[in-house]
């Protein structure tokens, strides 16, 4: 999700193929060292299969929305932030919502941790409404989808913590057009299909 929304941010143009991750095509897996997605492939066959790189890469080509250079702090500081949702965040996310793939940990104890760390966000987004000033960042983009998973492992109890600013950030993305524009579903891609286009 949040390759396709820098992809569409800089519009760059891809060629979109649905990968169904539970019976990946073999021209994937051939494509995809870490057989994990998204996996980007340029035409001189280099491969991007991080999704934070893929975002990196289009934005340093085309940055029109300035989501690499935030009114408040540097790209330093914002990286910074976001390397950390991508590690304590993400594997606390990943241990609450796949609880049936962690035996040995506990759910509850994982969201605790996650949630501490949504406190230290909605300090900054009470200031502002995004987490760099005024207007969106890579950050926010980066982040969004996360808290979007997390939100929705228990959607009720998300809503009744008290971060009023977290869950207007999170509602004005989920409503907005960026987000429409990057979750249509695609039928999944097999060898031989056309290829759907992506992007501007």
């Given amino acids: 999700m949040r390759a396709r929304l820098a992809l569409r941010s800089s519009s760059t143009q891809v060629e979109l193929r649905e990968v169904l991750l539970r019976d990946k095509a073999p021209e994937f897996l051939a494509a995809s060292p870490s057989a994990t997605v998204p996996t980007l492939v340029h035409p001189d066959g280099g491969v991007i299969d991080e999704s934070l790189d893929i975002m990196l890469w289009s934005l340093d080509a085309n940055d029109s929305e300035s989501w690499l250079t935030p009114e408040i702090g540097s790209r330093e500081v914002m990286l910074a932030l976001v390397e950390e949702m991508d590690g304590p965040f993400k594997t606390s996310l990943d241990r609450y919502k796949y609880e049936i793939r962690y035996p040995d940990g506990d759910a509850l104890e994982e969201r605790l941790r996650a949630a501490q760390i949504l406190r230290s966000l909605e300090e900054r987004l009470s200031v502002t409404g995004w987490l760099f000033g005024e207007g969106t960042s890579l950050a926010d983009m980066a982040i969004l989808p996360f808290i979007r998973q997390f939100a929705n492992v228990d959607r009720a ?44």
């Fill in 157 to 200: 109890w998300f809503d009744g913590e008290d971060w009023p600013a977290l869950k207007n950030w999170l509602e004005r993305f989920e409503t907005s057009e960026r987000f429409a524009a990057i979750t249509g579903k695609y039928p999944r891609w097999q060898a031989g299909d056309p290829i759907t286009r992506f992007g501007i």
